[in-house]
């Protein structure tokens, strides 16, 4: 059970594994108002970051439970970079099927909504970890602007049009599923430039030290092809952001 390789080669120096700043987690920690002992369960947690900053910072307790072993593995050494390691903790393992064991105040997914097949399933999934009246945390892509044809839909890593919404549709689906938002985090295109600008490096030095391995012509194609196409395409219509929501 991990992340295929190619993803991990893709995103080696990403603390964030996400088109966010360490800067925008920050303002999304200070914009929730986190108090000292708040409990937080983060599923697909990835490298850890932001249980770990908002440890150091806030002084929340909580875990992280992720699919991928080298993803782990750096978030518990960055807890210990920080000192917060009797703060947080980091579980290898299927964040699909994870429920605490006791309710925790804030329950998060931050861009793999994919553990519940879908917005309303990943919602779902964190409310039975969540005390009554805490917070759910839910990062997910949507669409800038209406792309025109379906080149831009798979361009940005869709399967139909469908797959995302535009931001007040997203925001309408929220209250559909019975929820206030009552926070959010936009991701901008200079955060999406800092994600995505950083793969490209992050593959070229990995050829060039691995030129005969069984990925070099898949990942020598992917880096000839996705800046333009990251320029025209994604970078104009699909945005991304943190939506905190509250059950009515």
């Given at each position: 059970?991990?992340?295929?390789?190619?993803?991990?080669?893709?995103?080696?120096?990403?603390?964030?594994?996400?088109?966010?700043?360490?800067?925008?987690?920050?303002?999304?920690?200070?914009?929730?108002?986190?108090?000292?002992?708040?409990?937080?369960?983060?599923?697909?947690?990835?490298?850890?970051?932001?249980?770990?900053?908002?440890?150091?910072?806030?002084?929340?307790?909580?875990?992280?439970?992720?699919?991928?072993?080298?993803?782990?593995?750096?978030?518990?050494?960055?807890?210990?970079?920080?000192?917060?390691?009797?703060?947080?903790a980091f579980v290898h393992g299927d964040a699909s099927g994870h429920v605490a064991d006791e309710p925790v105040d804030l329950a998060a997914c931050i861009g793999a909504t994919w553990i519940g097949d879908g917005v309303a399933g990943t919602i779902d999934l964190l409310r039975r970890s969540l005390r009554p009246g805490g917070l759910l945390l839910i990062g997910?892509?949507?669409?800038?602007?209406?792309?025109?044809?379906?080149?831009?839909?798979?361009?940005?890593?869709?399967?139909?049009?469908?797959?995302?919404?535009?931001?007040?549709?997203?925001?309408?689906?929220?209250?559909?599923?019975?929820?206030?938002?009552?926070?959010?985090?936009?991701?901008?295109?200079?955060?999406?430039?800092?994600?995505?600008?950083?793969?490209?490096?992050?593959?070229?030095?990995?050829?060039?030290?691995?030129?005969?391995?069984?990925?070099?012509?898949?990942?020598?194609?992917?880096?000839?092809?996705?800046?333009?196409?990251?320029?025209?395409?994604?970078?104009?219509?699909?945005?991304?952001?943190?939506?905190?929501?509250?059950?009515?």
């Amino acid at each position: 059970m991990d992340l295929p390789r190619e993803f991990t080669i893709r995103e080696s120096s990403h603390r964030i594994h996400n088109p966010f700043t360490g800067e925008q987690l920050a303002a999304l920690g200070q914009a929730l108002h986190l108090t000292p002992g708040t409990r937080v369960l983060d599923l697909a947690s990835g490298s850890g970051e932001m249980l770990c900053t908002w440890a150091h910072a806030h002084r929340i307790v909580g875990t992280g439970v992720d699919i991928s072993t080298e993803f782990t593995a750096r978030a518990r050494a960055r807890a210990a970079g920080l000192g917060v390691t009797d703060q947080v903790a980091f579980v290898h393992g299927d964040a699909s099927g994870h429920v605490a064991d006791e309710p925790v105040d804030l329950a998060a997914c931050i861009g793999a909504t994919w553990i519940g097949d879908g917005v309303a399933g990943t919602i779902d999934l964190l409310r039975r970890s969540l005390r009554p009246g805490g917070l759910l945390l839910i990062g997910e892509p949507y669409w800038r602007q209406e792309p025109p044809d379906r080149q831009t839909v798979e361009a940005c890593h869709a399967g139909t049009k469908e797959d995302f919404r535009l931001l007040p549709e997203l925001i309408e689906r929220f209250g559909e599923l019975g929820y206030d938002l009552v926070e959010m985090v936009l991701a901008d295109q200079n955060s999406w430039d800092r994600y995505r600008a950083a793969q490209w490096l992050n593959i070229r030095r990995w050829l060039d030290r691995n030129p005969d391995d069984e990925l070099a012509p898949e990942l020598r194609a992917d880096l000839s092809r996705d800046p333009a196409r990251y320029a025209r395409y994604e970078r104009e219509y699909l945005g991304w952001g943190v939506f905190a929501l509250m059950e009515r």
